[in-house]
């Protein structure tokens, strides 16, 4: 098998469609989740320890000189990644969870034997008029 075709089996397996998806669906979650730290969840955070922009924290390390920028540490925007992160992690944690559940709720509930078939209806017709035959004197 040539290596195009090898790909091309690959890649329209439905795992991996279904893999792309997802990572699209999580990239534009994702910047929601950003927005949304930094527009609704910080602003009101840095209000109630003192009108403190999270984005704005740094330490400079090195002053500018002419050119050459001033060299910061922006834990700042540090502190609100690992805020977008762990909301980001709740929530996937939050759907897991409830995924799980569903699971675990098909599970439990009682499945019906299927039906017979046909084969099956007509082998136990046989069946029953063999045992008719060999009960009769």
Request: hydrophobic share 50%.
């Amino acid at each position: 098998m040539g290596v195009l075709a090898e790909f091309k089996a690959f890649a329209v397996k439905g795992n991996v469609v279904d893999m792309a998806v997802g990572i699209i669906i999580g990239a534009a979650f994702g910047k929601i989740v950003s927005s949304f730290v930094g527009d609704v969840v910080m602003p009101p955070l840095g209000l109630l320890i003192g009108g403190v922009d999270f984005s704005d924290l740094a330490i400079q390390l090195k002053a500018a000189e002419g050119t050459t920028p001033a060299v910061v540490l922006a834990y700042g925007k540090f502190i609100q990644t690992v805020i977008d992160f762990l909301i980001v992690a709740f929530a996937i944690f939050m759907g897991v969870k409830a995924i799980n559940r569903l699971k675990r709720e098909e599970a439990k509930a009682p499945t019906l034997p299927p039906s017979p078939t046909k084969e099956e209806l007509l082998l136990g017709e046989i069946r029953d008029l063999l045992k008719e035959q060999n009960t009769r004197p």
